[in-house]
C-alpha cells in the first residue's frame, strides 16, 4: 500500500477505468471461454487483458494485483501454447482470481487502503488448477479458420481447385495493430494487397465480417499464389498497422477430422458443418451485441455545440417567422393562403420548440458526474487536515447542460476546500464543543423554479462575521461607520469582496488568500448567482443557483439610441412607463420612486457611453426596466431607463469576439431573425459599475433603496467593496485609449 | 501555387485614402459588402463594432480609424475583408478592394529601411509595381490587441 499512496489522483482514476472495462470484458469472456474452449481469438483476448492488467497494476505499485494477473497470465499461457486444456476447474480458478481482483480494484475505489485481502490462496488455487489440469498435446486450440474450412465445402473445392492448377495455397496470419481505429480498413487493404499477389480463397473474418466491422486483430487468410512465401509477407507487412505476418503452406491434412469423440468417419460432413453453424450464432450473437449497444451513442462534444448552434438559428428564424406570419394575417386577414401559412408557422413554431427542448436534454448531464470527483478530494483534504468528514452527497441525478457542468467545478472544488478548510474543525475542537467527532458535508444539487440549485452544507464553525468585518476595515473596504450599519446578511456578503482571504474570515489558518470573490465572479459569468447562509458553532451553507442552460434565454428587447438590446429576463422585476415626477435627481444622481421607494436609475445610452451627450441621450418619455441582480436582500432594485421596449423573445448567445476585450456591460451577443446584431446587456456589472459611480461622489444615494422619508443615507461605503477594483482597473485602462 | 515559392507574392489590393495596400492573400478569407454594424461600447475606438457573418457575431475595424487617417462615410466601393487574425475572424473595412495581384519578392522595399515613424511598425515593406507603390501590411501586427493596448498606453 505504501507505493499506491503515492499514486496520483488522475493516475487512479485512468488506472480505475482501464481495470474496470478489462475485468468487466474478463467476467464475460472467461464464462464464454468454458463454453468455447476452442476459440483462439477469445482465449488471445482474455491473455490480454490479464497482460495489459498486470503491467498496469505492476507499475502503479498495487502489487496484489500485479502478482495475480501474473500468475493468471502464467496460466493463460500454458492454454495458449496448448499445454493446458479448459476445464471447469481452471475456469473456477480463474474466475476466482477475477472476483479477487475486482475485491481489490473496489477497494482502491472506496477507500483507497486497498489489498484489503490476501491473494496468496488464490494464486494456490490457480496454480493447483494449473498442475491438475495439465494436457498433453491434445490442445483444443484450433485456429479458426482450419474450422471455417472443415464446415466449408465450397471453400474446401477452391483449394482443391487452386493447387490443380498449380498454384501454392498459403495459409496467412496476419496480426493488426491492436489499437487501431481502423482494423476493418487495414483487413480490407491486407486482402487487398493479397489479392495482388494471387487469388484470396478465403479469409477469418470473411470479406463480408470484415464490411460489417466484425474485425480482431487477427485475420487469418487463404491464399493461392505463385509467389514465395517472404515476398507475400514482405507484401503484407509493409501495410500500415500490420504489426506481423506469418505464412505457411496451407495443411489440407490440418483441416480438423470429426471432433475426437465422434466415432465414425461418416459423421464427419455432418458434424463440420454443425461447428460452422456454430461459428455462425456466435457471430449472430455478437452482432446482436453490437446492436444492444447502439442505442446508446458516443456523440463528439464539437458536433454536439455544432447542431445545438443550429438549433439556435431554427430558433431565431421561428420566431421571425411566427413575427411575420402575424403580420402578414393582420395585413391580409382574409386570404387563404395567408391562413394556411400562419398554421403551417404555428406548427413549425411547435416543432422546433420541442426540438430546442430535445436538442436541450440531449446537452444534458447528471450532476454526479461532477460529484463523483469529490469524495477522493474531500478525503485527501481531510486526511492532508487532519479533519474526520464524511461526504454527503445528494441529487447526483439532476441534470444541468453540460456547458455549466464544466464551468462550475472550479467554484465547488473552491468551495468544498474551504469548507474542510476553514469550516470544519479539528476533531478535538468539535468534541469540545459538543459535536460528533467526524463532521458531514452535505452536497446537495435540486431543481428549483428552472433553476438548479447546487449546496455545500457543512457543520462546522461557521463565519464569525465579527472577523470578517475587521479584516474588511483593516484592508480600508469598508469604513467603520458603515461597518455598524450592516445586517449580518451583508457583513457575510463581506467575504466575497476582492482580496478578503477566506482565512482571515474564520480561523488563524491562513496563507492562501483564496478569494470567494473569483468563486462569485465565476458563477455570475453563467448568470447564476451565490447565496451564503452561516450561523457561528452550528455552520455555513453555500447555495449555487444556476440556470439550466447558457446557450439560449428569455430575453426582453429595449432599444435606446436606435440600437436594440437584450436583458436576460431571469432580472427583469418589471417594466413600467413612469411619470415625470417620479424621475428626479438627488445629489446630482438621476433616480427613480416606485411605490415609496427610491432607486437608483441608470439611462441606458449614457451607461454605455454611446457618444451622446446626457442631455441628449435622456428621453422625455421613456421606459424604465426594474431589474434585479438577484432576490437577495444585499442586492436592491436598480431603474435602467430605455426608449422603447421592443419585444420579448428566446435569445441564442452568441460569444463576442476576444478582439473586442472586456466591453463593460456587454455580456455576448445574440442575432435576431432579421439578422440584426443585438447585444446582451450584463446587468450585475451595469449595477456594480453605476454603484461605483454612485461612490466617487460620498453624498448621494447610491444604487439601493432607501426610504423616501428617509435622509438619503449613503450606502455607498458598503457598496465601494462590492464592485472590484480588479474590475476597475481594465476600465481605467481601457478609457486612457 | 509553385510560383509562391518562387519569390512570388500573391496579394490582395485595395484602396484606403487615396493609397494603395496589399496584404498577403492567405490571411484573407473573404471579402463582403458593408453591412449594417451593431456598435459596441466601450470597445477600443477604431472598432466599429460587430456583424452578422452568417450566424457568426464578429468584429469590424476602420482601418482609416486604426491608422489615423479622416474617417469618411462608407460608400458603394467599401468592402468589409474578413482577415483570420491570430485564428480569430475580423473584418476589416477599406475603401475599395481593386484586385489580387502577383508581385515578386525582388520589388518589395523591407520597412526597416523606410521607417518613418514609430507607428509603422505594421508595414513590412513597399513594393514598386508599375510606377504604383503598394504598401504591404502585415495585419497581424496592426490588430494585434497587444500592440494595440501597448501602442494605446503609449499614446
Not at chain 1, 447565496?531 to 428569455?554: C, D, H, W, Y
Not at chain 1, 429595449?558 to 415626477?581: C, M, N
Not at chain 1, 444622481?589 to 454611446?610: A, C, H, T, Y
Amino acid at each position: 500500500m505504501a507505493a499506491a499512496a503515492e499514486v496520483s489522483a488522475d493516475d487512479l482514476k485512468v488506472f480505475l477505468q482501464e481495470a474496470e472495462g478489462l475485468l468487466e470484458l474478463l467476467d464475460e469472456d472467461l464464462v464464454r471461454l468454458e463454453q468455447e474452449s476452442d476459440n483462439e481469438e477469445l482465449l488471445q483476448e482474455i491473455f490480454r487483458a490479464a497482460h495489459t492488467l498486470k503491467g498496469s497494476s505492476g507499475m502503479l505499485g498495487f502489487d496484489g494485483m500485479a502478482h495475480l494477473t501474473h500468475a493468471m497470465e502464467d496460466l493463460l499461457d500454458r492454454v495458449r501454447k496448448g499445454t493446458l486444456a479448459i476445464t471447469p476447474e481452471l475456469v473456477d480458478a480463474l474466475l476466482m482470481s477475477l472476483d479477487g481482483l475486482k475485491i481489490l480494484k473496489n477497494a482502491l475505489t472506496e477507500e483507497g487502503e486497498g489489498e484489503s485481502i490476501d491473494t496468496g490462496p488464490i494464486v494456490d488455487a490457480l496454480n493447483a488448477a494449473a498442475a491438475g489440469g495439465a494436457a498433453p498435446e491434445a490442445a483444443s486450440t484450433q485456429p479458426a479458420l482450419q474450422t471455417v474450412v472443415a464446415g466449408d465445402e465450397d471453400l474446401r473445392s477452391k483449394i482443391d481447385e487452386a493447387s490443380g492448377e498449380g498454384h501454392t495455397v498459403l495459409h496467412l496470419k496476419v496480426r493488426i495493430e491492436e489499437s487501431s481505429d481502423w482494423k476493418a480498413v487495414r483487413c480490407f487493404q491486407v486482402l487487398n494487397e493479397l489479392d495482388d499477389c494471387g487469388r484470396v480463397l478465403g479469409s477469418v473474418p470473411s470479406q463480408s465480417e470484415i464490411e460489417q466491422e466484425q474485425v480482431t486483430g487477427l485475420l487469418e487468410v487463404l491464399l493461392a499464389t505463385d509467389l514465395e512465401i517472404p515476398d507475400v509477407q514482405a507484401r503484407a507487412e509493409q501495410l500500415e498497422e500490420v504489426t506481423g505476418v506469418e505464412a505457411a503452406a496451407f495443411d489440407p491434412t490440418a483441416v480438423p477430422e470429426p471432433p475426437a469423440e465422434t466415432e465414425a468417419p461418416a459423421d464427419a460432413p455432418a458434424a463440420a458443418p454443425a461447428e460452422g453453424a456454430d461459428q455462425r450464432t456466435q457471430i449472430a450473437a455478437s452482432a446482436q451485441k453490437v446492436e444492444a449497444l447502439q442505442t446508446t451513442v458516443r456523440i463528439d462534444v464539437e458536433q454536439l455545440d455544432a447542431l445545438m448552434n443550429m438549433v439556435g438559428e431554427l430558433v431565431i428564424d421561428r420566431t421571425r417567422v411566427s413575427q411575420l406570419s402575424r403580420l402578414l394575417q393582420g395585413r391580409f386577414k382574409e386570404d387563404e393562403y395567408v391562413g394556411a401559412l400562419a398554421e403551417t408557422s404555428t406548427h413549425i413554431a411547435k416543432v422546433v420548440d420541442e426540438l430546442h427542448e430535445s436538442m436541450m436534454a440531449v446537452r444534458m448531464l447528471p450532476v454526479g458526474l461532477l460529484f463523483s470527483k469529490f469524495p477522493r478530494l474531500v478525503r485527501d483534504l481531510a486526511r492532508s487536515l487532519d479533519r474526520q468528514v464524511t461526504l454527503a452527497v445528494e441529487g447526483e441525478d439532476t441534470e444541468i447542460d453540460r456547458s455549466v457542468i464544466e464551468k462550475i467545478k472550479d467554484p465547488l472544488v473552491h468551495l468544498i476546500r474551504n469548507s474542510v478548510d476553514h469550516g470544519i474543525e479539528p476533531a478535538e475542537d468539535r468534541v469540545a464543543a459538543g459535536k460528533p467527532e467526524a463532521s458531514i458535508l452535505k452536497l446537495t444539487a435540486s431543481h428549483e423554479q428552472g433553476q438548479i440549485v447546487i449546496s455545500i452544507e457543512d457543520d462546522g464553525r461557521g463565519i464569525d462575521t465579527e472577523k470578517v468585518v475587521a479584516s474588511a476595515i483593516k484592508k480600508g473596504q469598508i469604513s467603520q461607520e458603515a461597518a455598524e450599519r450592516l445586517s449580518h446578511r451583508e457583513k457575510l456578503e463581506l467575504i466575497f469582496a476582492p482580496g478578503l482571504s477566506t482565512a482571515a474570515k474564520t480561523t488563524e489558518v491562513s496563507g492562501r488568500g483564496v478569494g470567494m470573490d473569483i468563486v462569485r465572479r465565476d458563477i455570475e459569468s453563467l448568470n447564476g448567482r451565490v447565496e451564503v447562509e452561516s450561523e457561528v458553532g452550528v455552520g455555513t451553507t453555500f447555495k449555487l443557483r444556476l440556470p439550466l442552460t447558457l446557450a439560449t434565454f428569455r430575453g426582453l428587447l429595449v432599444s435606446s439610441g436606435g440600437t436594440t438590446y437584450a436583458i436576460p429576463l431571469t432580472y427583469v422585476q418589471e417594466t413600467i412607463r413612469p411619470e415625470q415626477e417620479q424621475l428626479r435627481t438627488v445629489s446630482g444622481r438621476p433616480v427613480m420612486s416606485l411605490r415609496g421607494s427610491v432607486m437608483s436609475l441608470i439611462w441606458l445610452n449614457e451607461s454605455l457611453q454611446l457618444g451622446t451627450s446626457a442631455e441628449q441621450a435622456r428621453s422625455d418619455d421613456p421606459y424604465v426596466v426594474v431589474v434585479r441582480a438577484s432576490e437577495s436582500e444585499t442586492d436592491r432594485p436598480v431603474a435602467i431607463a430605455v426608449d422603447e421596449l421592443v419585444d420579448q423573445q428566446e435569445i441564442v448567445v452568441k460569444s463576442l469576439s476576444g478582439f473586442l476585450g472586456r466591453a463593460r456591460g456587454i455580456a455576448g451577443a445574440s442575432i435576431l431573425g432579421d439578422g440584426q446584431v443585438v447585444l446582451i446587456l450584463d446587468v450585475p456589472s451595469m449595477i456594480k459599475a453605476s454603484q461605483a459611480r454612485d461612490t466617487d461622489q460620498p453624498a448621494t444615494a447610491a444604487g439601493n433603496v432607501v426610504e423616501l422619508d428617509a435622509s438619503v443615507a449613503p450606502r455607498g461605503d458598503l457598496d465601494s467593496n462590492e464592485p472590484s477594483a480588479a474590475d476597475e482597473a481594465p476600465e481605467a485602462e481601457r478609457m486612457a485609449s | 501555387m509553385a510560383e509562391q515559392g518562387d519569390g512570388v507574392r500573391q496579394l490582395v489590393v485595395f484602396e484606403l485614402a487615396n493609397e494603395v495596400y496589399g496584404i498577403n492573400i492567405g490571411t484573407v478569407r473573404e471579402i463582403i459588402r458593408m453591412q449594417s454594424v451593431t456598435y459596441v461600447p466601450d470597445a477600443p475606438d477604431f472598432v466599429e463594432g460587430v456583424i452578422n457573418l452568417r450566424g457568426r457575431v464578429i468584429p469590424v475595424v476602420d482601418l482609416r480609424k486604426r491608422f489615423g487617417l479622416p474617417v469618411t462615410e462608407a460608400t458603394n466601393d467599401s468592402r468589409v475583408l474578413v482577415v483570420d487574425i491570430g485564428g480569430d475572424d475580423i473584418g476589416v473595412i477599406v475603401d475599395a478592394v481593386t484586385e489580387v495581384q502577383r508581385i515578386s519578392e525582388d520589388s518589395i522595399e523591407p520597412a526597416t529601411a523606410l521607417v518613418t515613424t514609430e507607428d509603422s511598425y505594421y508595414i513590412e515593406g513597399i513594393a514598386k509595381v508599375e510606377d504604383q507603390l503598394l504598401i504591404l501590411l502585415d495585419l497581424d501586427r496592426a490588430l494585434d490587441s497587444e500592440t494595440i493596448q501597448v501602442a494605446a498606453a503609449a499614446a
